[in-house]
């Protein structure tokens, strides 16, 4: 606006001659300034209510507040856009949206507005002094990044005190960086999928697509241009609704963000639980979940919002409804019930118990990574929480008085002798056998 390049005392001149009655073209030639900035200037009076008479006894810095500089007026028109710029950060995740979008909203929204050309250059300036260019390439609800942490946490066997590694499963919707953390007893098949089935249920919707960074349990093999997805996990793809694109072997960009996410897990999670000892699996991931909580709530300098706060406002709306239920790998075996009335299962190397009349019969064993189940004639005989330990599991209200007797007199020294036989485990370790806690249904 041309209005707005003439300084202060002029513009008192200005005024002082419109309270006089000179037309605009005579104040032009008085002050010897453009007649269209006369125009200007007398439109803005006009408009702002004031009366002449009452701006003329105005201090000059009242005056200039009413009618700003040029510098002052860019400077606040810079402010203005400026001020947008996080929130369209969030608003270029969303499907479909791009900067002519954000461009004509601004358009609209200021009368001094800048050209489509300036907005970009100034948007981009801004981007590159937050180091959040990068994360436009991300869509809302588009894809999760997944991968196990390099350090290991750790459990203590109270009985024996010996300390287990437990690996630890990492999450990010790379959008707005939601994280989600759990710790489970290997890397194998089953507990991925276990631990993407938890993260998603946390998160509370599936997104179009799940990214596995190339892990051994997720891809049959590697390729720098189409890994090679195994079944189970492709079946799990199905069940959830989304695809599964591991990515790309020789490609940093795709493993920087959750690489660095599971660097600040070890900064605002791994520190914490060094202070504590957990007994459990169970124990450590509830205290998990607690500083996983708290370490989504933490504000990102970047946006001056939480990671819990831009998931909800902007990215939970873009994924899909989760499914009934929990996908979970079921594995099927047959076994012989034993003399002792157990099915041994090579996989855990640990037996489980069955009613003592189908002892020498061929059962069917379905197990689950929670969960173990027998069958004879499709008829389910006995259900168990599927045990990590070498030891019996018996459901004591399926077994008859009789193979309770022989369990208690019995199960020791036949299982001892068995399990020496095979040299799975040594005699110390063996003898604190125990008995756990069934499923009754």
Known sequence: MAALQIDIMKIKQLLLLKNKGLSNRKIAEEIGIDRNTVNEYVKKLHSSGHILKTLLEKEEKELQQLFPSKEAMDKSRYTALHDLFPGYVNELKKPGFTRQHLWRQYNQERIDHYSYSQFCQLFSDWLQSKKVSGKLNHI?????????????????????????????????????????????????????????????????????????????????????????????????????????????????????????????VYQRIYYELSKMTFFSLEELNKQIRILLERYNSYKLQTTGISRLKQFTCFEKEFLSPLPCQVYQIKHYNRAKVQKMGYIYLSERKNYYSVPCRYIGKHVEVQHTIDTVEIYHNKDRIASHVKSYQKVVTSPLKIISPVHTSITARGAKSFLLKRQLKLAYIQPPMFQNLSISKPILK
Not at 143 to 166: P, S
Not at 210 to 226: G, Q, R
């Open 140 to 264: 809302a609800g588009e894809k999760i990044f997944i991968d196990y942490a390099g350090k290991k946490l750790h459990i203590v066997d109270k009985q024996t005190g010996e300390v287990k590694e437990v690996e630890v499963f990492v999450a990010i919707l790379p959008s707005s960086s939601y994280t989600y953390v759990e710790a489970s007893y290997d890397q194998s098949r089953e507990s991925l999928v276990k631990s993407v089935g938890n993260c998603l249920q946390y998160f509370g919707g599936v997104p179009r697509a799940i990214v596995p960074d190339n892990l051994k349990s997720a891809v049959t093999k590697s390729s720098k241009y189409e890994p090679v997805i195994n079944k189970t996990f492709r079946d799990m793809g199905d069940h959830y609704g989304c695809v599964i694109n591991p990515t790309r072997t020789y490609s940093p960009q795709d493993k920087a963000l959750v690489e660095g996410a599971v660097k600040l």
